[in-house]
Each structure stands twice: as structure tokens, then as C-alpha cells.
């Protein structure tokens, strides 16, 4: 199993520009789940899926922010424009059935830094 | 709101020491918390999960404690190695939700 996939492992951009991250869940697993860390606010959910449909995306900063799931085995979160203040390694992860007692399997996730 | 506190930040030991890890939640009305290890430029990797009805979980040298009702968390490392080096995360789940809170981690240096 290649586990939770994310690209890029590193994104170097310019305030202003659209940056795209993607990730692959596990196959199988119907839940998926972006989160954000940072120095200073540790690590943030920002939205996550069941069967591919946005179930809480209350977390996401603001409208700059979107995620998609169109298919069980791909989703995007995309940021247009950026700003430096996104700077943040934003990770993927994917779990069986997305209930409480169920484990979260992470990415190593995308380092983010905008200019 | 929820609010995740781990103790100490940081946290450096001779190979072979017994240590703790300790972790506080303001409201403890969990369903279950997690321990997660999360190495250098790497995602997080689940140790144990102990739900709200359980006391404790143990996985090899490792043994994690829950006491609900004083909002506390325990990681218990036995015969700590180098390997062990990394920083520790908790993360509770509020009931019926999938927002996990997670501490600021406590990162571990164990010296050979």
C-alpha cells in the first residue's frame, strides 16, 4: 500500500499566483480530510469528505480557499490568489469510514511557501 | 472551544530512560484521543487511540493513559532510544465530529 499521496512535496509561489495541491487517498478509504500546520496555530482541519461530498468545510480560512473530491481517489485544495501569510505545510489524510473511533492515515504533506 | 496543552515543549533524554508525555484538554467531553508521532518533514503516524470509555492503551514500550473527567493524557515511552526522536502530537475528537484538536506537540530528543 503507497499510503496517502500528496503533490507536490514542496511549492515555492508568488503572492498573487493560484496554487494547486492534490493528494490520493488510500484506496478504499470513503473519508478525506486537509489539514494546515503552522508555527503558530499547531495543526487546523480545514474541510474533509465523506464519499467524495464536503461534510464540514468550516475550517477553510476564507474564500481564497477551495477543495474538491471528484472522484473517491483524488481531490484537489486549491488557494487563488495566495498570500504569504498561507505559508504552511498543508497535509492529506484518508480514513476507512471517516467515524470517530476510525484511524486517520496522513500524507507527508505539501510545504507551501508564498513570496 | 476545545483547547489542546502538551508539557513539556520539549523534551531531551540519555537512550534508555523511562519518560512522560503529558497532555491537557479544557473540555472533556471527548470521544476519543489520539497520540501521533510526526518526524521531520514527515506527516503524522498514529501510535495509539484511546477512546473516552478506556483508561489506558499500550502498544510495545509505549502506553498511553486517559483520564477523562481531569481533561489529561499520558504518553508513557519505556527504554527510550534514539529512534524515538520526534515530536509526540494528541489530538482529541469531540463527540459525533471529526474536528480533531490537536496539541503543539512535544518534541523529543533522545541522546545515545
Known amino acids: 500500500d503507497a499510503g496517502v499521496i500528496q503533490s507536490p512535496r514542496h511549492e515555492v509561489t508568488e503572492m498573487g499566483q493560484e496554487v494547486t495541491l492534490r493528494c490520493k487517498p488510500i484506496?478504499?478509504?470513503?473519508?478525506l480530510f486537509w489539514y494546515r500546520q503552522t508555527m503558530m496555530r499547531g495543526l487546523e482541519l480545514l474541510i474533509y469528505?465523506?464519499?467524495?461530498?464536503?461534510?464540514?468545510d468550516s475550517g477553510m480560512p476564507e474564500d481564497r480557499f477551495s477543495a474538491k473530491m471528484p472522484n473517491a481517489s483524488f481531490s484537489t485544495l486549491k488557494i487563488q490568489p495566495s498570500e504569504p501569510r498561507d505559508s504552511a505545510v498543508y497535509f492529506c489524510?484518508?480514513?476507512?469510514?471517516?467515524?470517530?473511533?476510525?484511524?486517520?492515515?496522513f500524507g507527508p504533506g505539501t510545504r507551501l511557501t508564498v513570496l | 472551544k476545545q483547547e489542546v496543552t502538551q508539557i513539556p515543549a520539549a523534551l531531551s533524554v540519555p537512550e534508555g530512560e523511562n519518560l512522560v508525555l503529558n497532555c491537557s484538554f479544557t473540555?472533556?467531553?471527548?470521544?476519543?484521543l489520539q497520540w501521533f508521532r510526526q518526524d521531520p518533514g514527515k506527516g503524522l503516524t498514529s501510535l495509539l487511540l484511546?477512546?473516552?470509555?478506556?483508561r489506558e492503551q499500550t502498544s510495545g514500550r509505549l502506553n498511553a493513559s486517559l483520564d477523562k473527567s481531569s481533561g489529561r493524557s499520558t504518553l508513557y515511552i519505556a527504554a527510550s532510544q534514539p529512534g524515538d526522536s520526534a515530536t509526540y502530537l494528541c489530538a482529541v475528537r469531540p463527540y459525533n465530529n471529526n474536528d480533531m484538536r490537536f496539541g503543539a506537540g512535544t518534541r523529543l530528543t533522545v541522546k545515545p
Open positions: 489524510a484518508s480514513s476507512f469510514r471517516g467515524r470517530a473511533t476510525d484511524t486517520q492515515y
Open positions: 484506496s478504499g478509504h470513503n473519508s
Open positions: 484511546i477512546q473516552s470509555s478506556q
Open positions: 473540555d472533556s467531553a471527548i470521544y476519543n
Open positions: 469528505f465523506n464519499n467524495n461530498v464536503p461534510i464540514d
